[in-house]
């Protein structure tokens, strides 16, 4: 048995069992993000977690029928949406769609006043290389040390 004290008192914390092992659902993180160099560098975490959360939200649109006339799919989605449902701020989803964008992941098309922007996600590029200073002078660092 496990005790854990706190402010309130002892307290047993619930295990799981073996039947309720796959009670949940869970976001892919596509490894694509960890393992590209210029993603690596250029996302942090609260970037890749939205990247994650748009990934994941295609599904909504797939079964919406949510296409444009050359059948890509696009969601809708509003910024504070996003932020609430990750516990970030409005700003900090403003910065990892700027980051998306950059990095070619998710394209944005204006739909008009008070209306949420159609957000179009990119596939990565196995050739895709941003000139981005922090990768350069990390590959600079790592180059000359191992010389």
């Known amino acids: 048995m496990a005790l854990f004290l706190f402010r309130?008192?002892?307290s047993e914390m619930e295990k799981y069992k073996i039947n309720e092992a796959n009670q949940f659902k869970f976001f892919q993180i596509p490894k694509e993000l960890f393992i590209n160099r210029c993603y690596r560098c250029k996302l942090n975490s609260d970037t890749k977690l939205t990247y994650t959360l748009l990934l994941d939200r295609m599904h909504l649109s797939e079964k919406n029928k949510w296409v444009n006339h050359r059948d890509e799919i696009?969601?809708?989605y509003t910024k504070e949406d996003i932020a609430n449902i990750l516990g970030i701020?409005?700003?900090?989803v403003y910065k990892a769609f700027k980051v998306l964008e950059e990095c070619e992941l998710i394209y944005q098309k204006r739909q008009g006043l008070?209306?949420?922007n159609r957000i179009y996600i990119g596939k990565f590029r196995p050739d895709f290389t941003m000139t981005c200073n922090i990768c350069t002078s990390e590959h600079e660092n790592h180059t000359a040390t191992n010389m």
């Open 8 to 10: 309130g008192g002892i």
């Open 74 to 76: 696009y969601l809708l």
């Open 89 to 92: 701020s409005v700003r900090t």
């Open 114 to 116: 008070n209306m949420p």
